[in-house]
C-alpha cells in the first residue's frame, strides 16, 4: 500500500482553521437518520455519528461487534451509528446539538477525513471552550480520482496513456469538443465538481488542478496562484462545469439514471469523486447504501477511475472518541473497544467489501480495488501535499472569482400555508424562517451572478393563478438590496399553482439562458399544486416534465436545471423529486422547516 502523504493530515487540519466558514463537508452525505439496530437494552450504548458514505459498513461491523461479548465493568456495549454528514455534525458539535432534532449526542465521531477534528477544536477554543477531539485513527482510505464514462477515457487513451488536469483543461478549450476525438456526437466536454466551500471533494479538486497549473506537487505559494497561467488554467476548468453542489451523490445519482436511458454519454463527461463512488456506481449501487428490497443493477456503461498524473489526494475516515461532558469514561472504554474491533484483519478485509482501501498497512489491497471495476490499485503514484493555511484561504478566495458564474431565479411559495406556524412549539411562520434562510443565502453569491426572484400562490377563491415577477434577473451587485427588501416584505395569500409557476420561470430561463453560466431554477414551496382546479393536475404535471426533460424542449442546447425545496411536512416532495430528476438535478429535503437555513445553504452550493 502507498503510504499518505505525512502532510496531508496535519496541513489540511491547519488549512481548514482557517476557513473554518467555508468547509463543510468531505463525504458526499445524503439523508441522515439513526440506523435501527435494535434495543440496546441494559448495556453501555455508545453512539456514533458517521459519514454516509460508510454508514452500510459501520452498520455491519456496529451488528456483529454488538453480537459479541464485548465488557466494560461486567455490562456488555452496544454500538449505535447514525449517518451525518461530516461538516453538518462538526457544526452541531461545535454549537448545540437538539438530540430531538438530530438523534442522539455521539460518543464517536468518524467524518470522513481527519481534517473536521482540527476544525471542531478550533471552533470550540474559539469560544473559550475546551477542545474534544484528538488524534483519529484512519480506519479506512480512499483517493480522489476523476471518474470517467469508460468509452469517453478510452477515447482520450485511457488505461494506456496517462490523463491529468492539464488534459481536460484542453478539451474544455477546444472548440472541436468530443470531436477532437472522434465522437463528435458526445458534443462539449462537461464537468461535475463539487463545491470546494461544502465539499473536500471540491476542495481536494481545486488543490489538485491548481498543482497541475503550475507543475508542482508542493510547496505551492500565494505568488503562485498571482500568476497568470495558474488563473486561467482554474478558470478555464471551471467553464466546463455543469453546475456544483454539495454533494457528487447528484453526480452519480443523476448519470446513473441516464444510463437506464442509454443516456449516460449525454450527462456529463467527468466528476471529481472518490474512488469508493466509483466502486458503488459499477456495482449498481450509486449511492452507497442499498435500501431493503433494493436490488443493485450495474450500469449499461460503466466508469473509470483516472487517477490525475499531476496528483491526487486521500480521505482516512479516522475515529474520533470525543472529549465531551456527555460522554463518561465506560462509554469511552466501549468506543475503544470498537475501534481495536474495527482494525481487525478480518474487518479491515470487510473493509475492501465496501470499495474502500484498508487502514491497516497490514491488509493486502485486493477487489473490488481492481481493473475490473475500473480501478487501479498501483495508483496513485503521486500524492500531492496539501498547501499552507495562507495558501488555501487565498486559494478559494481566488476561486469565488474564477468559478462558473450563475443565472438563477429563486421561485418562492406566498400561499396560505406559508403563514402557518413551522412547528407546535415555534412562533416563527414557515415563511419567515423561509425568508431568513433566503436572505442568508443570498450572500454566497458573487456580485456578477444574476439572480431574480419571483414568488406564486392565487387569489382568494383560487380562480386565478398569480405569478409575480418581484425582481428581474439581473446583475446580483446592481439589486442586492431591492433583493434583500422584496423578501423581507413576502407576505403569504393564498393557494399554490406550483406547476403554473415552475413552467413559467422555466420557459422564461430558457428564453433567457446564458450559455456562459449555471442556468438553474429554485422552487421553494410547502404544498402540493392547488390551483383550484384538481382536474388537469396529471395533464399539467405530465407537460411541465416532458417541457423540462434533458432531451426535451430547450434541455438539449439550453440546459435548465430545475433545484426543488420541500419544505415542511405537507411539500409533495415525490412530485418535486421527479421534475428535479428530469433536469438532472436533486431535491432538497427541509421537512422539518427549522433545517431550511442549512439546506437552502446546501441548494446555493450549486451555484
Given at each position: 500500500m502507498k503510504n499518505i502523504s505525512k502532510n496531508l493530515l496535519l496541513c489540511l487540519g491547519a488549512v481548514c482553521l482557517l476557513i473554518l466558514s467555508s468547509c463543510v463537508d468531505i463525504a458526499d452525505d445524503s439523508e441522515e437518520g439513526l440506523i435501527e439496530l435494535g434495543d440496546p437494552g441494559d448495556c453501555i450504548v455508545v453512539d456514533m455519528s458517521v459519514s454516509s458514505e460508510k454508514i452500510e459498513l459501520l452498520t455491519e461491523l456496529a451488528e456483529s461487534f454488538n453480537s459479541g461479548d464485548s465488557e466494560v465493568d461486567g455490562k456488555c456495549v452496544f454500538v449505535r451509528p447514525q449517518k451525518k454528514a461530516s461538516g453538518g455534525a462538526m457544526q452541531l458539535l461545535a454549537t448545540d446539538w437538539d438530540e430531538e432534532i438530530e438523534g442522539p449526542k455521539p460518543v464517536v465521531w468518524s467524518p470522513a477525513a481527519s481534517t473536521w477534528g482540527p476544525i471542531l477544536n478550533a471552533k470550540l477554543k474559539s469560544k473559550g471552550e475546551p477542545e474534544m477531539v484528538g488524534e483519529g485513527k484512519p480506519f479506512m482510505l480512499t483517493p480522489l480520482v476523476i471518474a470517467m464514462p469508460e468509452p469517453m477515457a478510452q477515447a482520450m487513451g485511457w488505461p494506456d496513456t496517462a490523463i491529468g488536469w492539464a488534459d481536460i483543461l484542453d478539451l474544455t478549450q477546444s472548440e472541436e469538443g468530443w470531436a477532437k476525438f472522434g465522437h463528435p456526437e458526445w458534443g462539449e466536454f462537461r464537468l461535475g465538481k463539487t463545491n470546494p466551500n461544502f465539499s473536500t471533494s471540491g476542495l481536494s479538486a481545486l488543490i489538485a488542478q491548481t498543482y497541475a497549473a503550475t507543475g508542482k506537487s508542493e510547496n505551492l505559494t500565494s505568488?503562485?496562484?498571482?500568476?497568470?497561467?495558474?488563473?486561467?488554467?482554474?478558470?478555464?476548468?471551471?467553464?466546463?462545469?455543469?453546475?456544483?453542489?454539495?454533494?457528487?451523490?447528484?453526480?452519480?445519482?443523476?448519470?446513473?439514471?441516464?444510463?437506464?436511458?442509454?443516456?449516460?454519454?449525454?450527462?456529463?463527461?467527468?466528476?471529481?469523486?472518490?474512488?469508493?463512488?466509483?466502486?458503488?456506481?459499477?456495482?449498481?449501487?450509486?449511492?452507497?447504501?442499498?435500501?431493503?428490497?433494493?436490488?443493485?443493477?450495474?450500469?449499461?456503461?460503466?466508469?473509470?477511475?483516472?487517477?490525475?498524473?499531476?496528483?491526487?489526494?486521500?480521505?482516512?475516515?479516522?475515529?474520533?472518541?470525543?472529549?465531551?461532558?456527555?460522554?463518561?469514561?465506560?462509554?469511552?472504554?466501549?468506543?475503544?473497544?470498537?475501534?481495536?474491533?474495527?482494525?481487525?484483519?478480518?474487518?479491515?478485509?470487510?473493509?475492501?467489501?465496501?470499495?474502500?482501501?484498508?487502514?491497516?498497512?497490514?491488509?493486502?489491497?485486493?477487489?473490488?480495488?481492481?481493473?475490473?471495476?475500473?480501478?487501479?490499485?498501483?495508483?496513485?503514484?503521486?500524492?500531492?501535499?496539501?498547501?499552507?493555511?495562507?495558501?488555501?484561504?487565498?486559494?478559494?478566495?481566488?476561486?469565488?472569482?474564477?468559478?462558473?458564474?450563475?443565472?438563477?431565479?429563486?421561485?418562492?411559495?406566498?400561499?396560505?400555508?406559508?403563514?402557518?406556524?413551522?412547528?407546535?412549539?415555534?412562533?416563527?411562520?414557515?415563511?419567515?424562517?423561509?425568508?431568513?434562510?433566503?436572505?442568508?443565502?443570498?450572500?454566497?453569491?458573487?456580485?456578477?451572478?444574476?439572480?431574480?426572484?419571483?414568488?406564486?400562490?392565487?387569489?382568494?377563491n383560487a380562480t386565478r393563478s398569480i405569478i409575480t415577477e418581484v425582481v428581474p434577473v439581473s446583475r446580483f451587485g446592481d439589486q442586492k438590496q431591492r433583493l434583500r427588501q422584496s423578501i423581507n416584505g413576502l407576505t403569504p395569500k393564498y393557494g399554490t399553482p406550483l406547476f403554473e409557476v415552475i413552467k413559467t420561470s422555466y420557459s422564461d430561463a430558457v428564453e433567457g439562458y446564458d450559455p456562459t453560466r449555471i442556468n438553474a431554477i429554485v422552487v421553494l414551496s410547502d404544498g402540493v399544486n392547488d390551483d383550484g382546479n384538481f382536474d388537469d393536475d396529471n395533464q399539467q404535471l405530465t407537460e411541465l416534465i416532458n417541457l423540462a426533460s434533458i432531451g426535451g424542449e430547450g434541455q438539449i442546447s439550453r440546459p435548465v436545471r430545475i433545484f426543488p425545496i420541500a419544505y415542511g411536512q405537507d411539500a409533495d416532495s415525490d412530485t418535486l423529486e421527479n421534475i428535479a430528476e428530469s433536469t438532472s438535478s436533486a431535491v432538497y429535503d427541509a421537512s422539518d422547516p427549522r433545517s431550511i437555513e442549512k439546506v437552502f445553504a446546501e441548494v446555493i452550493s450549486n451555484f
Open positions: 505568488e503562485d496562484l498571482k500568476r497568470e497561467e495558474v488563473i486561467q488554467f482554474g478558470t478555464g476548468v471551471e467553464e466546463a462545469v455543469v453546475h456544483y453542489g454539495d454533494t457528487t451523490l447528484t453526480f452519480l445519482n443523476n448519470w446513473y439514471r441516464a444510463d437506464s436511458r442509454g443516456a449516460a454519454l449525454s450527462y456529463v463527461s467527468a466528476a471529481a469523486v472518490e474512488e469508493k463512488s466509483v466502486v458503488d456506481y459499477n456495482l449498481g449501487n450509486p449511492d452507497g447504501v442499498l435500501d431493503l428490497g433494493e436490488e443493485p443493477r450495474p450500469p449499461k456503461i460503466p466508469l473509470v477511475a483516472i487517477y490525475p498524473k499531476e496528483g491526487t489526494i486521500y480521505s482516512d475516515n479516522p475515529f474520533f472518541v470525543l472529549d465531551a461532558d456527555w460522554v463518561d469514561e465506560n462509554e469511552k472504554m466501549g468506543a475503544e473497544l470498537f475501534q481495536t474491533f474495527v482494525q481487525k484483519t478480518e474487518n479491515q478485509e470487510k473493509v475492501l467489501e465496501f470499495g474502500f482501501r484498508p487502514g491497516n498497512p497490514n491488509v493486502e489491497i485486493s477487489d473490488p480495488i481492481s481493473a475490473e471495476n475500473g480501478l487501479n490499485p498501483d495508483e496513485p503514484r503521486q500524492l500531492l501535499e496539501v498547501p499552507s493555511s495562507e495558501v488555501m484561504v487565498s486559494l478559494l478566495d481566488r476561486w469565488g472569482d474564477q468559478r462558473k458564474g450563475a443565472r438563477v431565479t429563486l421561485v418562492v411559495d406566498v400561499s396560505g400555508s406559508m403563514g402557518e406556524f413551522a412547528t407546535q412549539d415555534s412562533r416563527d411562520t414557515k415563511l419567515e424562517l423561509a425568508k431568513k434562510a433566503t436572505l442568508s443565502a443570498l450572500d454566497e453569491f458573487k456580485d456578477d451572478d444574476l439572480i431574480g426572484l419571483t414568488i406564486f400562490t392565487t387569489d382568494e
